[in-house]
C-alpha cells in the first residue's frame, strides 16, 4: 500500500493492488491537517496499527498511545489466595 498527501495536508490516497487491479482510498479531513513527510529521505515505512491511527486522523507517531502492560504477579504465589 502506497499513501499519498497533497499539499494542503487535509486529505490522504492509499493505493492498494489486489492481485487483478488497484484499490484506491480517498480521505478527507474535515479539520486540522496531517503532519506529513515532504521529502524523500522523510519517508517511512508504517505498521498497520499506524495507519488506523492516521486514518482516524490521529498523529502515527504517537509517542505514548500505546501503553506496555506489565502484569503484577504475587512475590509467592502460595500465599496468594
Not at 519517508?43 to 502484569?71: N, T
Amino acid at each position: 500500500m502506497f499513501l499519498f498527501c497533497g499539499r494542503r495536508a487535509d486529505r490522504i490516497k492509499a493505493v492498494h493492488y489486489e492481485g487483478d487491479g488497484f484499490c484506491l482510498l480517498y480521505k478527507r479531513y474535515e479539520s486540522g491537517r496531517l503532519k506529513w513527510p515532504r521529502t524523500g529521505e522523510e519517508a517511512k515505512q508504517i505498521s498497520a496499527q499506524q495507519l488506523r491511527w492516521l486514518l482516524e486522523g490521529l498523529d502515527p507517531e504517537q509517542p505514548k498511545a500505546v501503553q506496555q502492560w506489565h502484569p503484577r504477579w504475587p512475590k509467592n504465589p502460595e500465599n496468594s489466595a
